[in-house]
């Protein structure tokens, strides 16, 4: 079955750490979108990437990066600059992002967590 | 970006119909109007989009209001499954800085009862 993979399901991060968080697709989408979800809030987007070798910074990209090597494959990093990272991830892709007309898949998300 | 406005929650019984509603007043022309839900500890789903004419398949319905400042989600029998956070999103027309992203609000709590 196509879909997105996301793992671990549950991350826990140590002071001064950087974790990273796996994302793959087999629904040959360009498009790949990484956003975060705080308790009882809506999503807001971190990164995004069109193409492979291509990504940009959404709306809350501090301390946080990415790499887009391959169309499968989108980790993201949360870095130590990243101060309040316990949240739940989100990895989405779509065919593409040109058209508004395109819905966006889901995995089933990371939870972080500080330790 | 334009924002929707959605009742906190809604509470419905199992086999009835439910009308979610969403308010976007200040919807451009271009942009499409989506719905996605998210059950507890899951990724949002997409459940359905429309522009300007009401919309079926095979989970729900989308009417669009004739000046598109407002729609509602039709669920014709809710289930149990049915119960989650419904999302209405506006989604930005992609184009030049655009990227299409999805806005997430609050959305409304639907609590199904047996």
């Known amino acids: 079955d196509g879909g997105i993979t996301q793992s671990p399901k549950y991350l826990f991060r140590k002071e001064g750490q950087n974790v990273t968080l796996s994302c793959e697709q087999n629904?040959?989408?360009?498009?790949m979108y990484w956003y975060r979800q705080d308790p009882g809030q809506g999503l807001r987007l971190i990164y995004y990437?069109?193409?492979?070798?291509?990504?940009q910074k959404g709306d809350i990209a501090e301390g946080y990066s990415v790499s887009r090597e391959k169309k499968e494959s989108f980790p993201l990093t949360v870095t130590s600059a990243q101060k309040n990272p316990t949240a739940f991830y989100l990895c989405?892709?779509?065919?593409?992002?040109?058209?508004?007309?395109?819905?966006?898949?889901f995995g089933d998300g990371t939870r972080l967590s500080i330790l | 970006d334009a924002k929707t406005t959605q009742p906190n929650s809604m509470e419905s019984n199992e086999e009835e119909p439910v009308h979610l509603p969403c308010n976007h007043s200040?919807?451009?022309?271009?942009?499409?109007i989506h719905w996605y839900r998210q059950l507890p500890s899951q990724g949002p789903e997409y459940v359905i989009h429309?522009?300007?004419s009401n919309v079926n398949n095979r989970m729900a319905s989308l009417a669009i209001a004739e000046d598109r400042k407002s729609s509602t989600l039709i669920l014709h029998r809710a289930t149990l499954r049915d119960a989650a956070v419904y999302y209405c999103?506006?989604?930005?027309?992609?184009?030049?800085?655009?990227?299409?992203?999805?806005?997430f609000g609050q959305g409304t709590i639907l609590t199904v009862h047996p």
């Open positions: 989405a892709s779509s065919i593409g992002t040109a058209s508004s007309n395109q819905p966006q898949h």
């Open positions: 629904l040959n989408h360009d498009a």
């Open positions: 999103i506006l989604r930005l027309n992609a184009g030049g800085t655009s990227y299409g992203k999805l806005t």
């Open positions: 200040t919807i451009s022309g271009t942009d499409y």
């Open positions: 990437s069109q193409i492979v070798n291509d990504f």
């Open positions: 429309g522009l300007t």
